[in-house]
């Protein structure tokens, strides 16, 4: 297991820009595939991003292609989030995950961080 801590969250525009980061605790981070997933009040939660452990894929939802783009640096221990053309519909509390497969499932994630929220106004 990997203990996860997200930070970069906040209160934007629609059209603004926000790169989210996910600090990673453990020896194990760089044989992790490392994922996005974000939950909208009332709504569950659902995949973003992921990437492989080797920065590999990756893969994004259909909603936010084109938009936003997940990478890692292992040496840092650290992936990130970057979110452009931010929308309304992009509000929501940002997860990051680790596990073992690269999957666009919550459960094949393990290791959850706390989350950070991201708001889009329009």
């Known amino acids: 297991q990997v203990q996860l801590v997200e930070s970069g969250g906040g209160l934007v525009q629609a059209g603004g820009s926000l790169r989210l980061s996910c600090a990673a605790s453990?020896?194990?981070?760089?044989?992790?595939?490392m994922g996005w997933f974000r939950q909208a009040p009332g709504k569950e939660r659902e995949f973003v991003a992921v990437?492989?452990?080797?920065?590999?894929?990756?893969y994004y939802a259909d909603s936010v292609k084109g938009r936003f783009s997940i990478s890692r640096d292992n040496a840092k221990n650290t992936v990130y989030l970057q979110m452009n053309s931010l929308k309304p519909e992009d509000t929501a509390v940002y997860y990051c995950?680790?596990?073992?497969?690269?999957?666009?499932?919550?459960?094949?994630?393990?290791?959850w961080g706390q989350g950070t929220q991201v708001t889009v106004s329009s």
């Open positions: 990437t492989s452990w080797s920065g590999g894929g990756p």
């Open positions: 453990g020896r194990t981070f760089s044989n992790y595939a």
């Open positions: 995950a680790g596990g073992p497969l690269v999957t666009t499932n919550p459960r094949g994630f393990g290791s």
